[in-house]
């Protein structure tokens, strides 16, 4: 028990739903958060969020940097696959107008 203040640095969560690809929590494995099993299984009440650390005393808690969120580049994708695909069109009708010219 610390005699002194403590000082908790992280990052607050509200947890998501399990993706289709995410198998079922069967304590004591959890693959995802669920706060109202781990509330049953811990018999004490949580809150509807958690606190990811960013950093640690003790060294049974893990502390982790933030996650970043990866660049959204979907429209750099979609512009880069469609213009692909109007050059390849423009490509095939100018090889058809030379063989039928030739």
């Known amino acids: 028990v610390p005699k002194a203040p403590l000082k908790i640095e992280g990052?607050?969560?509200i947890p998501s739903p399990?993706?289709?690809?995410?198998?079922d929590n069967k304590a004591p494995n959890y693959f995802w958060i669920d706060l109202k099993a781990l509330s049953k299984e811990l018999n004490i009440p949580l809150l509807p969020y958690y606190l990811v650390l960013k950093s640690s005393f003790d060294p049974q808690i893990l502390a982790t940097d933030p996650i970043p969120l990866p660049r959204n580049n979907h429209l750099g994708y979609a512009i880069t696959w469609y213009l692909l695909a109007i050059l390849l069109f423009i490509m095939l009708l100018y090889g058809r107008n030379k063989r039928n010219h030739s």
Do not use: S
């Open 11 to 13: 990052f607050v969560r």
């Open 18 to 23: 399990p993706t289709y690809f995410q198998p």
